[in-house]
């Protein structure tokens, strides 16, 4: 089965003691129901949002080829946002009638497309661990367990998902597209009206602070919360900023999937359990980290003949156990994820975590690996280091067009300059 991977790496002692005390939270006899988040709680996938997209390109056969099926694919999404107001509000079938509009399509192939979507999420999707440890603890110890849905997909393929993901034996799950006009207060109403219990016997967990934390709380429940590895990823050093600023129109583009499932990869295996920045590092302070990003991405490329400071930095990443190992897991996960699946996808950019390590290595980050340089090597290495130019991440925003990220490159949001432009625009629009 796709994703069937367990990380051989241990946890650090931060992380297994986060684990043990969200376990014992979910075990503690004053609560009768424990609630989760779908995705980016329990649920995951080894890319971002547009990967499925791109698994798709070749099966898009539109009459429009000046326009991939990702592109046609977002804007479609995007108008199904605008027409109903928020995105718990759209379905899958939304989104594929507007692409029909779109794409010149017809109903049979805008079927066929919109089933093999579903199917590719089923197939991708896989169970967070440390959720998994939580919610097993609950059912273990007879709490009654909710799940709620804030996805496009219809309930028998979010059910097809918890099967495979081993979350079947949940209690309830609630989509928040069928509660009407889905707020705060109203999703959490229907929460624990699907718990039958009061809000001081509730536990619930997800991964945003507002709806997941705060609210629950002000309500007299207790939360928990349990960001998403992509977000955690993204605050914990410049790599992902420094690989979407190099690519900054072609990021999100299917020749780049490959780089996309290395950090989407990196991310659900370093961070599903949630571990603190460290100063003035970039990959944790974790030799084992470091080689997974860096040497895992190296090795889905072709690029065999490094020079420089590039051959002096991999050869002690081979050289180092710990390194190493990220690097074998790596591949082993590559493998359990995707198959053969990406074998006709381009290896682009998949050099750049070697790229930023040489240009960019903070200082602890460069000392886990000073033992295969003399002071001569690591004084050049020092000395060429620069603070990198990173494009701001922040998971949720919506996806931005070329013309946007470039107004962001040159008038980052905040600025001076920017908030004038804004309030020219704003002015102009009205």
Known sequence: MYGEYKLKRPLSPGQEQLRQRM??????????AVSFKLMGTLVLLPFDEC???????????????????????????????KKKGVLHR???????????????????????LMKLECSLFVKYAFPRECAKAVFRTAKNAKKRVIITAETIYPPDTVKEVLEKCGYGSYDELIFTGDIPDCTGESYFKAVLEKAGVSADRL???????????????????????????EMLMARSGRVRGYAEEKKLFEYDKPEYLMLRCVFGLYSAYGFDVPQNKLPLSDFCGDLYMMGFLVLGALSL????????????????????????????DFIEMFR????????????????????????????????MI????DAGEMKKWASSVKEPEIVPFSAGDAKKNALSKLADKMFPPGTKVRTITDGILSKMHK
Do not use: W
């Open 51 to 81: 990967g499925i997209f791109s698994l798709m390109e070749s099966e898009f056969t539109s009459s429009k080829r000046d326009r991939t099926f990702t592109e046609l694919r977002e804007e479609a999404q995007e108008a199904a946002v």
């Open 301 to 328: 490329t072709e690029e065999k003949n490094l020079t420089g400071m590039k051959a002096k930095i991999a050869a002690a990443l081979e050289e180092l156990p710990g390194s190493a190992q990220g690097r074998d």
């Open 90 to 112: 759209v379905s899958v079938g939304n989104i594929y009638d507007i692409l029909a509009k779109l794409s010149g399509i017809d109903s049979k192939e805008k079927e066929r």
């Open 336 to 367: 359990a994820h995707f198959g053969e699946d990406l074998r006709g996808f381009s290896a682009k950019g998949c050099d750049l975590p070697l790229e930023f390590a040489e240009k960019c290595c903070a200082s602890s980050d460069r000392a």
């Open 23 to 32: 376990t014992a939270e979910a075990a503690d006899k004053k609560y009768k």
């Open 370 to 373: 000073e033992s295969c340089f």
């Open 203 to 229: 536990l619930h967990i997800g991964g945003d602070v507002a709806f997941d934390v705060e609210l629950p709380i002000i309500k007299g429940a207790k939360a928990l919360l349990l960001t998403p590895p």
